[in-house]
């Protein structure tokens, strides 16, 4: 997986779940506003909110294998300030586990 929010590719089913699922925990407000298939590909764009009152836009892209099976995730974000934070916030979270050169904040 890569991520705005990671200095470095995340891989491994379970570290990817694990930072999806600590992403997500940080949304107070989560709400898709846009998904599309394009063959192999799928893409999800939603707005939330967190840390109070910091709006976050973020894409999802999903790539599946010849079987379906999901072989690439890519997780970006806007604007900077919410890259930042939620950044900051999964260092928090994760740091220790991942390894802090996973968060650049």
């Given at each position: 997986?890569?991520?705005?929010?990671l200095e470095r590719k995340v891989v491994g089913r379970d570290a990817i779940i694990?930072?999806?699922?600590?992403?997500?925990?940080?949304?107070?407000?989560?709400?898709?506003?846009?998904?599309?298939?394009?063959?192999?590909?799928?893409?999800?764009?939603?707005?939330?909110?967190?840390?109070?009152?910091?709006?976050?836009?973020?894409?999802?892209?999903?790539?599946?294998?010849?079987?379906?099976?999901?072989?690439?995730?890519?997780?970006?974000?806007g604007p900077l300030s919410a890259v930042n934070k939620l950044s900051s916030a999964?260092?928090?979270?994760?740091?220790?586990?991942?390894?802090?050169?996973?968060?650049?904040?």
């Amino acid at each position: 997986m890569i991520s705005s929010v990671l200095e470095r590719k995340v891989v491994g089913r379970d570290a990817i779940i694990k930072v999806i699922q600590a992403a997500g925990a940080l949304y107070e407000t989560h709400s898709v506003t846009f998904s599309a298939s394009f063959g192999n590909r799928e893409l999800f764009e939603y707005e939330a909110q967190a840390f109070g009152n910091v709006a976050v836009h973020g894409v999802v892209t999903l790539t599946r294998g010849l079987e379906g099976e999901i072989v690439a995730v890519g997780v970006h974000h806007g604007p900077l300030s919410a890259v930042n934070k939620l950044s900051s916030a999964l260092k928090e979270r994760l740091g220790t586990e991942l390894g802090a050169e996973y968060f650049p904040y």
